[in-house]
């Protein structure tokens, strides 16, 4: 095995488990297994734990790269704030509260906000539509209706796959001035793209799921400290506490079943044996992990669909 540091924590008897990626995915699902009882070896290839959230040094500047915000509705991901005890790191607003600056207006700049109220949803936002000096009159009035629309689509249809947002958008009598300076906000931020590249089904889940369930569903939290220390320092501290042994420099190169029910994982220098394996990485990677026959459509069309890029993915670290 190449050498990162090792763990040599306490270890629970029993079951054995290897999580493969040390992303937040793996680091998740690692620490809720060693908290189940389970023995756990995490292996990272990277030199630091993290994946794609992670903090880097230029000079003397600490960047971060990735998660840049989170919010409310991240359930899984306040569990593992909370788990690494860095949830005081990272705090959630009271209220979504977040001012919509418009720089392009000839007569000057002119400032907005965007916030909810203690209301039920939808009113939540009432109030702050209703006064949104980004919209013209017509266009918040609009706005409702189609939001409304939005919360009845139903997220199982994959009819809504095929369509995309932008289209949806204007078929539900929203203005171009109203996605740029309303429905783009959040979709920029969240699908990675604007409306009319985003598929509506996955529009419908961000907006149903953060704007149009809990009123306090879109509450925006970030971290005060560089990403690193809470991924990969306090992530680090609260896995060895648990007894997971984590590898780092470590890169799986195979998988398979060893022929006693149980799995080989494949890393240089050293065959590991486990009773269940988590893949915790991004879709190719994974699809080279799995053993042969373990897909009933190995050559699926996502193989030579354009790699997802990682802001497309907010959702899932999150559980949004
Ligand atoms: C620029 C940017 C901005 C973002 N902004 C936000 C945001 O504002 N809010 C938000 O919620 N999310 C945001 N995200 C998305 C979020 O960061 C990711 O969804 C999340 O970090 C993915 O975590 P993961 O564990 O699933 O995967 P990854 O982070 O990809 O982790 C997978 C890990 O597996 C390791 N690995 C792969 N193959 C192997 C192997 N064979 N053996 C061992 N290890 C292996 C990799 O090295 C990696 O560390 C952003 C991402 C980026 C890049």
């Not at 990626?21 to 734990?49: K, S, Y």
Request: net charge positive; glycine share 10%.
């Amino acid at each position: 095995m190449t050498h990162g540091t090792r763990t040599q924590g306490p270890v629970a008897d029993g079951r054995h488990a290897v999580v493969v990626g040390g992303g937040l995915a793996g680091i998740t699902t690692a620490l809720a297994l060693a908290d189940a009882g389970v023995r756990v070896t995490l292996l990272e290839g990277r030199p630091r734990l993290g994946g794609l959230a992670f903090s880097f040094r230029r000079g003397e500047l600490t960047v971060d790269n990735g998660q840049h915000v989170y919010l409310r509705c991240c359930t899984a991901y306040r569990w593992f704030l909370d788990r690494i005890e860095g949830a005081a790191l990272a705090p959630l607003q009271d209220r979504l509260d977040v001012p919509v600056l418009d720089v392009t207006r000839p007569e000057g700049r002119r400032l907005g906000r965007l916030r909810r109220d203690a209301l039920p949803v939808p009113l939540h936002l009432g109030r702050s539509l209703a006064t949104y000096p980004h919209l013209s009159l017509a266009d918040r009035a609009k706005v409702g209706r189609a939001a409304l629309a939005l919360k009845g689509l139903d997220l199982a249809d994959p009819a809504l796959d095929t369509q995309d947002f932008g289209s949806w958008l204007a078929a539900h009598g929203q203005s171009a001035r109203a996605v740029e300076a309303l429905w783009d906000l959040v979709g920029v931020a969240t699908l990675n793209a604007v409306a009319g590249d985003a598929s509506l089904g996955l529009a419908a889940m961000v907006f149903k799921t953060g704007l149009l369930s809990d009123p306090g569903a879109a509450d925006i939290g970030w971290a005060r400290v560089p990403l690193g220390d809470l991924h990969d320092r306090l992530a680090r501290k609260a896995l060895d506490s648990a007894g997971v042994r984590t590898e780092v420099r470590t890169r799986v190169t195979s998988v398979s079943r060893s022929g006693n029910g149980r799995w080989s994982v494949q890393v240089p220098g050293e065959t590991l044996q486990a009773d269940a394996v988590v893949l915790a990485v991004p879709q190719r990677e994974a699809h080279d992990l799995l053993p042969a026959g373990a897909l009933d459509a190995p050559n699926g069309s996502w193989r030579s669909a354009p790699r997802p890029s990682s802001t497309s993915m907010w959702c899932t670290t999150g559980r949004c």
